[in-house]
């Protein structure tokens, strides 16, 4: 049986914390149904108060301070509400004992923006990481040595887990229950709760809102510039010309403070108008590409699966309530 120490904080997300619980006993429920013993027991964990009043209208009732706890198997730390600043600072004694616990062979797990709390006790560096798509960003300033792969579900390396945002970080729980229940008990969980076992893209999600936690003048008026003018012809050159620069300097300057190349960014801008157009109307698929800047239907749903794990019709099918096929 894998003892599996739950962290609770009162800045953690409830929905982050019940599902786990009501997900890893329903598990048990199923091998204790099939003639098998459970295997997990489930314990919550906080660091000082054994009663913690969550920010939503919860409080829970915690089995162990971190100071009892003297052995577990598994560590998982929730996602949070807030500032990260704020959160890692109030909770320091969380992010210590999870570095130490490690260390003693203890495998650590994070949901969603809980990774910030993996990445912040140093378990993260050298590895790879997924978390919330709108934290992507500010992990890869924080954290520069970690990396975080945005499309990604769940990451697992070597003991150490993250997973996506939000309610598809439950694939990294069935992920767990599989690898040490066994297959049959995932598959009954996922049917359970209605969770799709076959994510594996969590690209389509994400809202591309510009890489703008960065001081250069100069590279905010370009970004401007492409998000104003994204759906004529312009050229990198051109971009260059207007922030006076050399292309050379102007593509270093512009990925050290975007971590997108200027036609990585162009390409985002493109592909998010087009997601916005699929999400409202039915209009076809050329005049969906022509006001997206693009002149060939080839490249543009090259592009558009590069960054949202669909193709253009199948992210119609999913978004728009009035959505047809495309021609």
Known sequence: MKTVSLLIYEDAILSSVSSVMDILLGANRFLIETGKEPAFKLELVSEKMKNIQLHAPAQ?????????VKHTDLI??????????????????????????????????????GSYFLAEAGLLSGKSCTSHWTALDDMRSRYPDVNILAD??????????????????????????????G?????????????????????????????????????????AYIEKHYDQQIS?????????????????????????????????VKIESAKKELEKNAINI????YNAGY???KTF????????GLTPQEYRRKYCRGGVEMN
């Open 60 to 68: 829970f009732i915690c089995f162990k301070t971190i100071d009892e």
């Open 301 to 308: 749903r090259q592009v558009f699966k590069r960054y949202t």
């Open 76 to 113: 998982l730390a929730p996602a949070f509400e807030g500032l990260a600043d704020v959160v890692l600072e109030k909770n320091k004694a969380l992010v210590n004992w999870i570095r130490t616990m490690h260390a003693c062979g203890t495998e650590v797990a994070s949901l969603c923006l």
């Open 152 to 181: 990604q579900v769940m990451t697992d390396d070597n003991g150490v887990y993250t997973s996506g945002g939000a309610f598809i970080s439950l694939n990294l729980v069935l992920y767990l229950i599989e690898k040490f229940s």
């Open 236 to 268: 990198i050159e051109q971009i260059a010309g207007l922030a006076n620069m050399s292309k050379r300097n102007f593509v270093r300057r512009f990925k050290l403070a975007t971590h997108n190349t200027p036609m990585e960014y162009l390409q985002r």
């Open 183 to 223: 297959r049959e008990t995932s598959v009954w969980v996922s049917k359970m709760f209605s969770i799709d076992m076959d994510r594996v893209n969590q690209a389509h999600f994400a809202v591309f809102q510009g890489q703008r936690r960065h001081e250069d003048e100069d590279i905010l008026k370009a970004q």
């Open 295 to 297: 002149n060939d239907q």
């Open 286 to 289: 050329s005049t969906l590409m």
